[in-house]
């Protein structure tokens, strides 16, 4: 069996999730102090990927990152390289396809951080930089990490956008959906079944991680509670 | 050592029109709540930015709408107790402390600590997290980290409102205590008149985003100001009158105060102390309420059910049941005589 899949899922997977991860996380920031009428629009168009179906968003993509288009063609004549058909183009897609996810979680995260924690740093002097990494993000943690989570769990599993910006090219533009795909074609039922319960042990072992990390953090905060009261 | 205030902001309808200067000492801003007292303490640390104005601490200006003068929150140096207090909940008690601490090598922070931490009464806490502190293990901790940054003006934001009446009072002595060793002006916002009295030295009222003058404390119940001042400074009968031969009469009630008056509308405000029992005048207790420094007759004319009713506390001891004629005098130097704006106009006392 060639693991080469799964090896190009991970990382194109892994890549995308650090990607989102500060795009997500600086997105929800700095949306919520605009004014209400940029914010909702902004919001539509950030949300919009989570909604379409992949094959618009790969589309999309085709039409400004192909040999022949905008981007395209520049990167093309600069830097003599085609931006679609290789390894790293899925990245693009898990990117547009993910950032949603990312982008709404921790924004209903920090929606639910009280305001005047930062502001009673700020009159203590501690710089922006510190609340925000120190204060803001550990009392937002639960809702950004089960946002980083998830993004990497559907990273993992795009197909859509994937197949139609990197193709199927084996050793080379194949994630796990993709060579799944192939093998239903190809009536290869024996390896299909293999890969396809390879997804299913990773994507379980991701929410197992999900769970347990709250769990921890659930017996932590009550053996706090515990020394409190004794 | 001085805070002086001067802004104006606009939030929708509401507009907050702030202006007062407080010397070293501790100027209660009392208020009814979403009067802007709060805003004007924001104002003040630099979280929301006045439309128009001046605040100048110390000779040292942060905020001057005309010279374009701005500074940050970081850059005030005002304390600001918030009315949660604001601990950091991921922080220990030691973090927390530190997060105040502005400038200093290692070591030198960890001394200054390490006296906060003895001085706030705060040792065998210090690796504790806010959620495992008592409220007002809580408020040490807030008071102690401000009081680390060096601030040059402390802002109290309504810092019992959250409290049990039986632990706000051990708190409060608690709280001016540990503020007596801090030299600068404070500026206590509350709603509350008792907490006024016993902890601040002068005070200004706000109305509906305006500030009034400020005064000394005892003035404010001697003769307070306005109608809203009156009422805030516990004042609970409210006549209305109108100026006849002689004075001014309270109407539905045969009662003429020997007061000059020039206006035509004027409210009389009855403090429970004006009401003398055994008087001139009769009256019928329509209502009796046990309260808790005596009990509290709601009194009507008799044959007048629906005339503005008069309050008077009865002296300890003394009672009285509802229907029961009830004989009672005005001293007529205590009441206080307000405008149809609200404003005082009557000179003695």
Not at chain 1, 27 to 47: E, F, M, Q
Not at chain 1, 73 to 88: C, R
Not at chain 2, 304 to 320: E, N, R, V
Request: aromatic share 8%; with cysteine.
């Amino acid at each position: 069996m060639d693991w080469f899949p799964l090896w190009n899922s991970l990382r194109i997977a892994a890549i995308s999730t650090v990607i989102i991860f500060f795009a997500g996380v600086f997105a929800a920031y700095y949306i919520a102090k605009l004014p209400r009428l940029v914010k909702g629009v902004l919001d539509v168009v950030l949300t919009l990927p989570l909604v379409l179906p992949p094959t618009v968003v790969g589309y999309l993509l085709l039409r400004v990152l192909g040999p022949k288009r905008m981007i395209g063609a520049w990167v093309l004549e600069t830097f003599g390289t085609k931006l679609v058909m290789t390894w790293w183009s899925a990245i693009f897609a898990t990117t547009v396809v993910i950032f949603p996810l990312m982008y709404r979680t921790a924004r209903g995260a920090f929606e639910a951080f009280d305001e005047t924690l930062a502001y009673s740093g700020q009159t203590l002097g501690l710089s922006n930089t510190y609340i925000f990494w120190r204060i803001r993000m550990p009392c937002c943690r639960q809702g950004v990490l089960a946002g980083t989570v998830l993004a990497f769990a559907r990273a993992l599993g795009e197909y859509g956008a994937t197949s139609m910006i990197a193709g199927y090219t084996p050793g080379k533009t194949a994630t796990i959906s993709t060579t799944v795909y192939q093998l239903w074609q190809t009536n290869n039922d024996a390896l299909a079944y293999r890969w396809v319960a390879v997804n299913i042990v990773i994507s379980a072992v991701v929410l197992l991680a999900v769970n347990m990390l709250e769990r921890r953090d659930f017996l932590r905060g009550a053996s706090r509670a515990r020394r409190a009261k004794a | 050592m001085s805070l002086y205030v001067d802004i104006e902001k606009r939030l929708g309808a509401f507009r907050l029109q702030s202006k007062f200067e407080v010397a070293d000492e501790t100027l209660a801003l009392l208020g009814a709540s979403g009067c802007g007292k709060s805003m004007t303490l924001k104002c003040i640390a630099g979280i929301v930015t006045p439309d128009r104005g001046r605040i100048v601490l110390n000779d040292r200006v942060l905020f001057d709408s005309e010279k374009k003068i701005d500074l940050a929150p970081q850059q005030r140096r005002v304390g600001y107790l918030f009315q949660q207090y604001a601990l950091f909940p991921n922080m220990s008690v030691e973090q927390n402390i530190l997060c105040g601490i502005r400038e200093g090598t290692r070591a030198e922070k960890r001394a200054l600590l390490s006296e906060k931490i003895r001085l706030f009464r705060l040792e065998g806490l210090e690796k504790r997290h806010p959620a495992q502190l008592s409220g007002g293990q809580q408020q040490r901790v807030a008071l102690a980290r401000i009081l680390c940054s060096e601030p040059q003006a402390i802002l109290l934001d309504e810092p019992f409102s959250a409290l049990d009446s039986y632990l706000k009072w051990n708190l409060e002595l608690e709280l001016t205590e540990l503020l007596s060793g801090f030299h600068g002006p404070i500026l206590w916002v509350s709603h509350d008149r008792g907490e006024c009295r016993r902890s601040c030295q002068s005070v200004c009222v706000m109305e509906d985003g305006r500030t009034g003058e400020v005064t000394p404390m005892e003035q404010l119940f001697r003769r307070p100001a306005t109608l809203s001042a009156a009422r805030l400074a516990g004042v609970r009968s409210f006549l209305p009158a109108r100026p006849c031969e002689g004075g001014i009469a309270l109407e539905g009630w045969d009662i003429t105060l020997p007061q000059p008056a020039s206006r035509e509308r004027v409210t009389v405000a009855v403090p429970d102390d004006a009401v003398l029992l055994g008087g001139a005048y009769t009256a019928v207790v329509q209502r009796v309420i046990h309260d808790l420094d005596g009990d509290l007759v709601l009194l009507r004319p008799e044959g007048a059910a629906d005339a503005p009713p008069l309050q008077a506390l009865l002296p300890k001891g003394s009672t009285a049941e509802v229907g029961q004629t009830l004989r009672f005098g005005l001293s007529a130097g205590r009441c206080l005589c307000y405008d149809a704006c609200g404003e005082i106009f009557s000179a003695d006392r």
